[in-house]
């Protein structure tokens, strides 16, 4: 069912949008606001004509240059789903999805067509720019995967913890040098989907800036979001406080999870970061 654009502003600001909704609105912006996480599958698999169609998409989004400096290995193997699972912080959803999709930055292929063309060395395959542009295209070519996943009625959510023991990663997957797991991404018909919730995001006065940023004006916006999403755990029953999360994020190596090994895990796959 498609919600009204009040409802789905509601339900995206925690139903305090100092915003008016706005006058056109069309089914693809209702299923955008309609995103949330899902963590709990069904066991029905996802056909191989789904899959071809959620890389479809996946291809359809922006690359810079036509480069298309991404790739995605599909796991649906109940052992290396395991596996994978206690790789990215023993998440018990991963094994239980019937669906992994793992997103890769991949500069192998990119390489082996400059070389193969008669250049000595793809050496500007080796700069901060490539690997970024790589981790760009695959972010795009995920997202759009994961919007035409929920246009199908499908559930996903977004691993990060991938990144936490990506070495690991790389070996399960038999990536070749030059490839890096950037995230996941599991699929499936969710289970209890009902009981999933839009989680409200700060206020748009916090993000959107007009002409110039200006950083001391978040603040206060910072501050309802925090009144606003303390309501929020406190009726999902989790931990309250979005700023204790940031602030644990970042505030120490801990928060990073093994992930503040990435600078010479990217290395080790063949990363050169000039």
């Known amino acids: 069912m498609t919600l009204s654009p009040g409802t789905s502003y509601q339900l995206r600001y925690g139903g305090e949008a100092t915003i008016e909704p706005p006058a056109v ?24 004509e789904t899959l071809t169609a959620l890389v479809a998409a996946a291809q359809s989004a922006p690359t810079s240059g036509n480069l298309q400096l991404w790739s995605v290995v599909a796991v649906r193997d109940q052992a290396r789903r395991a596996r994978l699972a206690e790789l990215a912080g023993e998440q ?78 790389a070996a399960e997957l038999d990536l070749p040098a030059h490839v890096f797991p950037v995230f996941g991404l599991t699929v499936g018909r969710p289970d209890r989907y009902d009981e999933t919730t839009v989680k409200p995001r700060l206020p748009q006065q916090a993000v959107l800036h007009h002409e110039q940023y200006a950083l001391e004006p978040q603040a206060a916006h910072v ?33 990073l999870n093994g992930r503040e090994h990435l600078r010479e895990a990217l290395r080790v796959r063949g990363f050169q970061l000039r």
């Open 25 to 48: 609105w069309n089914e693809v912006l209702a299923q955008q606001l309609a995103h949330r996480s899902v963590r709990s599958y069904r066991p029905d698999p996802v056909s191989d």
């Open 92 to 169: 018990d959803f991963i094994a239980q999805a019937p669906l992994l999709l793992v997103w890769l930055a991949d500069l192998a292929r990119a390489r082996q067509v400059t070389e193969r063309i008669g250049q000595a060395s793809p050496e500007g395959a080796d700069f901060v720019e490539a690997a970024l542009l790589g981790f760009v295209d695959v972010a795009l070519a995920a997202q759009n995967a994961a919007l035409a996943a929920e246009s199908l009625g499908l559930g996903t959510v977004f691993v990060g913890a991938i990144r936490n023991r990506p070495l690991e990663v």
């Open 223 to 255: 501050e309802a979001y925090e009144h606003l999403l303390n309501r929020y755990y406190a009726a999902a029953g989790l931990p309250q406080s979005w700023v204790r999360r940031v602030a644990a994020r970042f505030g120490s190596v801990t928060g």
